[in-house]
């Protein structure tokens, strides 16, 4: 395991050359570099196995089902740390664990055993001393070690690639099959449904929308592939310092509390000024200050402990769940289910929060009398980690121009503000070196989503640089230092220079 401080920095540095590089969508892009990254780790570690086999191979005297020793041994060198990693982090099986640790053990071991058969076929054939073959007799291409080690490389890198792209191929048939069940739902969450679809001000055009479509909706999390959770089977355990231990099905949470309803503006803690990691969706649960009622929380308790499927784990002060009741234990995203890559089948939501302090995949909630660090706080983030208010230019709408009264020619300029649950009060554009000047802004879908500001700028030709500034409720303003995402969430003024 890699110490935090060093995930932590590869994290964000990640996320910087995603950004700087215009490289695509941050966490689609970011987990497809994680498997390229596992992929080509996992390569070169069997090509440099594979080195070492070879060498032990060609020194070896051993024949017959003895020479396969050395390959065994090469197996369990691989597949061994494999399976304590898979103990720990078996989340997509769905097959008993001892059964995914035979199976692990034994491909190592006939990838062994396969790499001795190949060398032994492949290598210089050796001739017999005392038989003698006229040189039309030998029919077996000789080849030397270099042009061996880039036959096999090129076969090992080709059976590499169609692994990798059949199992491309088959999660993107079941990222399909989600999406056929998102767009059947799509009608409960058009536009003219929203609370604030009588809103007078219309988002300047190319502004993104204002809610975020599921398929869309940015996902940030410890795996390259999220747990597959039998929903059936799933069970919420809740323990430690509580009167009534329970144990919830999701048709228990569902069916014995009442469901809130709340739209909701989620951010990662790794986001850029201007980034894509935050989404906007309607959350559906239960609310936790419900649930633990019915535990009956002893007196003494201070802190709730979460852990999830994924290994993920992250403590919440019971100060807070108390003073703040729409946190709630989520099971619907969008009007259904959580989807497996978002949380199956339970979540927290905590406003105000970044999504580092909500997990997802919720199996165990313990009461306790103490605080601990969460899996991200270990690895050097903030522990409040609170959100930061943000504002962002998302388009100056130059092929959408607007005339006013005096025939004044007017380019629509919009974006997004956001400061967790503490509102927006305003925003201002400035443009150049101009002065800062006051923008239009949208009722938002609720006190805890991102509002949608607009401001239509007088038309002047030429290079111009617009900037963008946001205020909380309360009237404090963003923070205009820049300061990276690590570790407390990135701060600065967002800029966008445009030639119009």
Same mark, same amino acid.
């Given at each position: 395991?890699?110490?935090?401080?060093?995930?932590?920095?590869?994290?964000?540095?990640?996320?910087?050359?995603?950004?700087?590089?215009?490289?695509?969508?941050?966490?689609? =892009?970011?987990?497809?570099?994680?498997?390229?990254?596992?992929?080509?780790?996992?390569?070169?570690? %069997?090509?440099?196995?594979?080195?070492?086999?070879?060498?032990?191979?060609?020194?070896?005297?051993?024949?017959?089902?003895?020479?396969?020793?050395?390959?065994?041994?090469?197996?369990?060198?691989?597949?061994?740390?494999?399976?304590?990693?898979?103990?720990?982090?078996?989340?997509?099986?769905?097959?008993?664990?001892?059964?995914?640790?035979?199976?692990?053990?034994?491909?190592?071991?006939?990838?062994?055993?396969?790499?001795?058969?190949?060398?032994?076929?492949?290598? @210089?054939?050796?001739?017999?001393?005392?038989?003698?073959?006229? $040189?039309?007799?030998?029919?077996?291409? +000789?080849?030397?070690?270099?042009?061996?080690?880039?036959?096999?490389?090129?076969?090992?890198? =080709?059976?590499?690639?169609?692994?990798?792209?059949?199992?491309?191929?088959?999660?993107?048939?079941?990222?399909? +099959?989600?999406?056929?069940?998102?767009?059947?739902?799509?009608?409960?969450?058009?536009?003219?449904?929203? $609370?604030?679809?009588?809103?007078?001000?219309?988002?300047?055009? %190319? =502004?993104?929308?204002?809610?975020?479509?599921?398929?869309?909706?940015?996902?940030?999390?410890?795996?390259?592939?999220?747990?597959?959770?039998?929903?059936?089977?799933?069970?919420?355990?809740?323990? /430690?310092?509580? &009167?009534?231990?329970? !144990?919830?099905?999701?048709?228990?949470?569902?069916?014995?509390?009442?469901?809130?309803?709340?739209?909701?503006?989620?951010?990662?803690?790794?986001?850029?000024?201007? /980034?894509?990691?935050?989404?906007?969706?309607?959350?559906? /649960?239960?609310?936790?200050?419900?649930?633990?009622?019915?535990?009956?929380?002893?007196?003494?308790?201070?802190?709730?402990?979460?852990?999830?499927?994924? %290994?993920?784990?992250?403590?919440?002060?019971?100060?807070?769940?108390?003073?703040?009741?729409?946190?709630?234990?989520?099971?619907?995203?969008? /009007?259904?289910?959580?989807?497996?890559?978002?949380?199956?089948?339970?979540?927290?939501?905590?406003?105000?929060?970044?999504?580092?302090? +909500?997990?997802?995949?919720?199996?165990?909630? @313990?009461?306790?009398?103490?605080?601990?660090?969460?899996?991200?706080?270990?690895?050097?983030? &903030?522990?409040?980690?609170?959100?930061?208010?943000?504002?962002?230019?998302?388009?100056?709408?130059? &092929?959408?121009?607007?005339?006013? @009264?005096?025939? +004044?020619?007017?380019?629509?300029?919009?974006?997004?503000?956001?400061? %967790?649950?503490?509102?927006?009060?305003?925003?201002?554009?400035?443009?150049?070196?101009?002065?800062?000047?006051?923008?239009?802004?949208?009722?938002?879908?609720?006190?805890?989503?991102?509002?949608?500001?607009?401001?239509?700028?007088?038309?002047?030709?030429?290079?111009?640089?617009?900037?963008?500034?946001?205020?909380?409720?309360?009237?404090? $303003?963003?923070?205009? @230092?820049?300061? $990276?995402?690590?570790?407390?969430?990135?701060?600065?003024?967002?800029?966008? !220079?445009?030639?119009?």
């Amino acid at each position: 395991v890699l110490p935090g401080d060093v995930i932590a920095r590869g994290i964000d540095t990640m996320v910087e050359v995603i950004d700087r590089g215009n490289l695509g969508e941050t966490s689609s =892009t970011g987990k497809t570099l994680e498997t390229i990254l596992a992929l080509v780790t996992f390569l070169v570690g %069997g090509v440099v196995g594979s080195r070492v086999l070879f060498a032990v191979l060609n020194r070896s005297r051993q024949v017959g089902s003895a020479r396969y020793i050395p390959g065994l041994v090469l197996g369990a060198a691989f597949g061994l740390p494999m399976i304590l990693i898979s103990r720990s982090v078996n989340v997509t099986a769905t097959a008993p664990a001892e059964v995914g640790f035979v199976w692990l053990l034994t491909s190592f071991f006939g990838w062994g055993v396969a790499l001795t058969w190949v060398y032994d076929r492949l290598r @210089e054939p050796m001739i017999a001393p005392d038989r003698v073959i006229s $040189p039309e007799t030998i029919t077996v291409e +000789q080849i030397n070690r270099r042009q061996f080690l880039v036959r096999f490389g090129a076969a090992t890198a =080709t059976l590499t690639v169609i692994g990798a792209g059949v199992g491309l191929y088959l999660d993107r048939r079941e990222e399909q +099959q989600y999406l056929a069940r998102i767009r059947r739902n799509r009608e409960a969450v058009m536009p003219e449904n929203l $609370p604030n679809a009588d809103a007078d001000l219309e988002p300047a055009p %190319g =502004t993104r929308p204002e809610y975020t479509p599921l398929e869309d909706h940015y996902r940030i999390d410890i795996n390259l592939r999220p747990p597959e959770i039998n929903g059936d089977e799933w069970r919420l355990r809740i323990g /430690g310092m509580v &009167d009534n231990p329970l !144990t919830l099905t999701i048709d228990d949470i569902k069916n014995n509390y009442p469901a809130m309803d709340q739209y909701v503006t989620l951010a990662c803690i790794s986001n850029r000024v201007g /980034g894509d990691l935050t989404s906007t969706t309607l959350w559906t /649960g239960a609310s936790l200050q419900e649930i633990l009622g019915d535990a009956g929380v002893q007196s003494g308790a201070t802190h709730l402990k979460i852990t999830s499927e994924d %290994g993920f784990y992250e403590t919440v002060a019971l100060d807070l769940i108390n003073s703040e009741p729409r946190i709630m234990l989520a099971y619907h995203w969008d /009007g259904i289910p959580l989807l497996y890559k978002h949380g199956f089948p339970l979540r927290i939501y905590i406003p105000d929060l970044y999504g580092m302090k +909500q997990p997802k995949w919720i199996t165990n909630i @313990e009461v306790m009398d103490h605080d601990e660090d969460g899996y991200w706080i270990e690895r050097g983030w &903030d522990k409040v980690a609170r959100m930061r208010a943000t504002s962002v230019i998302d388009v100056v709408a130059d &092929d959408a121009p607007l005339a006013d @009264e005096a025939g +004044q020619t007017l380019i629509p300029i919009g974006g997004i503000a956001h400061a %967790g649950a503490r509102g927006i009060s305003r925003v201002e554009v400035r443009v150049d070196d101009g002065e800062w000047t006051e923008t239009q802004l949208r009722a938002p879908l609720s006190e805890t989503t991102w509002v949608i500001w607009r401001y239509d700028w007088p038309f002047s030709g030429g290079e111009h640089t617009f900037a963008v500034r946001c205020y909380e409720g309360d009237g404090t $303003p963003q923070i205009a @230092e820049e300061n $990276p995402a690590l570790p407390s969430g990135a701060t600065g003024i967002h800029t966008m !220079t445009r030639e119009v």
